[in-house]
């Protein structure tokens, strides 16, 4: 089934540690995006990459690194997790970068920082 | 700046009932604006879009219409089933190629 792959499903991760979250499409969209989204504060964008080689700056980037190194994988890397980044991340794609291309995003990870 | 402001939820209906969930824009320029769903503990999924005034966006019965004048879009289903309980997002797609989000409205539908 088409669609975007995200590992792990949830995690929990001691304060300090690093950790990856993966993110696979096959779809062969451009445009990649990581997201969080939390109680009372919607969704609120980290990182994109409008295509592959290319990465920008979210809402919320501090903390957080991305790569996208081939089109099908954009993995979001914590350097060291605090527990203000406890939340549900998601991946999301479009086929290409504009205003008019709906998203497709992934089943998301839950992150617990302790 | 550009933003999108959904009507607060909750909102509970009993089954078959008519659902409006109020949203409204701000934006300059020829925003596209969509509509998204996320039922419990997963994703959000596209439910439907409009890319210019007017269009009317529709799927799994949902709609909704491009109104400029207003700029509003708001969606609505004529008779609602318990499985459309979810968190319903309007966004918008400016000229800089971002998505902007409501806050979500919750849906609860009752038997």
């Known amino acids: 089934i088409a669609g975007i792959t995200q590992a792990p499903t949830s995690q929990i991760l001691a304060a300090g540690r690093r950790m990856t979250l993966r993110c696979t499409q096959d779809m062969r969209h451009n445009a990649m995006y990581w997201y969080r989204q939390d109680l009372g504060l919607g969704l609120r964008l980290i990182h994109y990459?409008?295509?592959?080689?290319?990465?920008g700056k979210g809402e919320v980037p501090d903390g957080y690194s991305v790569s996208r190194a081939n089109t099908d994988d954009f993995p979001l890397t914590l350097a060291s997790a605090v527990p203000s980044q406890t939340s549900v991340y998601f991946c999301?794609?479009?086929?290409?970068?504009?205003?008019?291309?709906?998203?497709?995003f992934g089943s998301g990870t839950r992150l617990t920082v302790v | 700046g550009n933003s999108v402001t959904q009507m607060e939820g909750p909102v509970t209906l009993s089954e078959e009932a008519f659902l409006t969930i109020n949203c409204t824009y701000t934006a300059t320029g020829y925003p596209s604006l969509f509509w998204y769903v996320q039922y419990p503990g997963e994703g959000l999924q596209l439910l439907l879009k409009?890319?210019?005034a007017d269009d009317k966006g529709s799927n799994k019965g949902f709609e909704a219409t491009y109104r400029k004048e207003t700029t509003s879009f708001h969606l609505e289903k004529g008779s609602v089933q318990v499985s459309d309980s979810a968190v319903y997002f309007c966004?918008?797609?400016?000229?800089?190629?971002?998505?902007?989000w409501g806050a979500g409205t919750k849906l609860i539908i009752k038997p």
């Open positions: 990459s409008n295509t592959a080689g290319t990465t």
């Open positions: 999301a794609s479009s086929e290409s970068w504009g205003r008019n291309y709906g998203y497709t």
């Open positions: 409009a890319t210019k």
């Open positions: 966004a918008l797609g400016d000229s800089n190629y971002q998505l902007i």
